[in-house]
């Protein structure tokens, strides 16, 4: 290898080593969500979840990762996928759903949480004043800070489900 592309490896390497200790600081916030997450579940709540533009694609796969599970023995959770469209969050939700939203823009949670609906958001070295919960990638590289938000759903995932189960057991 060329001087050049070292370089380029090694400020790939960084800056994805800095995304991953960020996402170690978050860890305490996803927990956070995640036993918020599993009260709303047990209480009959569903999950919503909303991504604008190629965060709707990012917003499927919300929905099928808790409506599908793929440990044997996990429930399926409902939740449901609203595309690109957060404004149907108010129409389909209800005050024990959990409205979840991918790379949100500014107002896309207002409604819901005004509903009274748990609203967790996974933004970009953002902050998001209409939601509960602010999970944030803290990467300047989108495809590094969408990587850390699949890494985060798939936590909140595992976790919602770890909840549910201590709070079955006691």
Request: include cysteine.
């Amino acid at each position: 290898m060329e001087g050049g592309d070292v370089e380029v490896l090694d400020e790939i390497r960084a800056g994805r080593e800095a995304a991953g200790m960020a996402l170690v600081g978050e860890v305490g916030a996803v927990a956070e969500a995640a036993a918020a997450m599993s009260g709303r579940f047990r209480r009959g709540g569903r999950l919503l979840a909303v991504g604008r533009a190629e965060a709707a694609a990012d917003a499927a796969h919300v929905a099928v990762e808790f409506t599908h599970p793929v440990i044997v023995g996990k429930p399926a959770l409902p939740a449901l996928c609203l595309g690109a469209e957060p404004a149907l969050l108010p129409i389909w939700g209800r005050p024990q759903d959990i409205a979840v939203g991918v790379r949100p823009a500014v107002g896309d949670l207002a409604a819901a949480r005004s509903l009274g609906m748990l609203t967790v958001a996974l933004t970009v070295n953002a902050t998001c004043a209409e939601a509960d919960h602010v999970l944030a990638a803290r990467s300047a590289d989108p495809l590094v800070a969408r990587e850390i938000h699949v890494t985060m759903y798939h936590l909140l995932w595992e976790l919602v489900h770890v909840f549910l189960e201590s709070e079955a057991q006691t």
